[in-house]
Every structure is written in structure tokens, then in C-alpha cells.
């Protein structure tokens, strides 16, 4: 598994916060797009099938307590980067 870099799970966090709070602001299709957008994203980047699972995995990498399963996990990539 590829890891995702602390500095893009640390800007997909920030999108996710901001798409939420857009979306509790007002819950309209464009708003409901951007959480979805995101929060798939954000799946994808933790190898997550939730959000809230997702957060979880997020917070626990950023923490640290994350480390030792990144040497196995494979490179880190950063946000927006093409692989393959």
C-alpha cells in the first residue's frame, strides 16, 4: 500500500473540515458534491471504506503512532501526484 505524505493528508483533512462546514452552512448539491469529493478522496489517500475510519487512520498517522506500518506500507506520495 502506498502511504499518503503527512503534508497532503494534513491539506485533505483541512478540505474535509472546510467541505463539511460548507455543507452544515448549506446543504445544497453543490455542497453535497464537494464533502462527497472529498471524503472519497480522503478514503482513498487512508485506505479507508468510511470517513470515519478514515479520520481515524488520518489522526493516527499524523500522531505517530503510524510510523513503524509506513517501511512495510511502500513510498510516500504527495497530493496530486500521478503514479503509473
Request: aromatic share 4%.
Amino acid at each position: 500500500m502506498i502511504m499518503t505524505s503527512s503534508a497532503a493528508l494534513r491539506s485533505l483533512l483541512a478540505r474535509y473540515a472546510i467541505a463539511r462546514f460548507a455543507y452544515e452552512e448549506r446543504a445544497d448539491p453543490a455542497t453535497a458534491r464537494r464533502l462527497a469529493e472529498v471524503s472519497r478522496t480522503l478514503c482513498a489517500a487512508t485506505g479507508a471504506r468510511s470517513v470515519a475510519v478514515a479520520l481515524a487512520v488520518a489522526d493516527a498517522r499524523l500522531s505517530g503512532s503510524g510510523r513503524g506500518a509506513q517501511a512495510e506500507a511502500g513510498p510516500v506520495v504527495e497530493e496530486g501526484t500521478a503514479i503509473g
